[in-house]
């Protein structure tokens, strides 16, 4: 039986077909490619966690991460840099810990 997926997947999949007796058909993407499957992957893994709750839910966020880590590869970054941000725009603007939520602003 053929299923078609025609995804980006993590480098491990193949073999682990291999070894659950499948043949997996595959191609290396260019940079491009690359980015606009990352870019798809983010999406489907948000979606994942959406619907998700509990451990099963901080199962997609690690994908999210691994996702994140490498968009941030791309752009000559490391998960590391982009943690650091994070943390100093948390001390700038704040987090989200506090769970404000902005109604409206009036001015004059």
Not at 58 to 69: C, F, P
């Amino acid at each position: 039986m053929e299923k078609i997926y025609n995804k980006l997947v993590r480098d491990n999949i193949p073999n682990i077909i291999k070894g659950n007796g499948g043949e997996p058909y595959t191609r290396i993407l260019d940079d491009k490619e690359y980015k606009e499957e990352l870019e798809k992957k983010l999406n489907e893994e948000y979606q994942e966690v959406l619907e998700a709750s509990g451990k099963d839910r901080v199962e997609e966020l690690a994908d999210m991460v691994e996702i994140i880590n490498a968009l941030a590869n791309l752009e000559n970054s490391t998960l590391e840099e982009v943690i650091e941000i994070a943390k100093e725009k948390a001390l700038k603007r704040g987090a989200f810990k506090d769970k404000v939520y902005l109604e409206k602003v009036i001015e004059d």
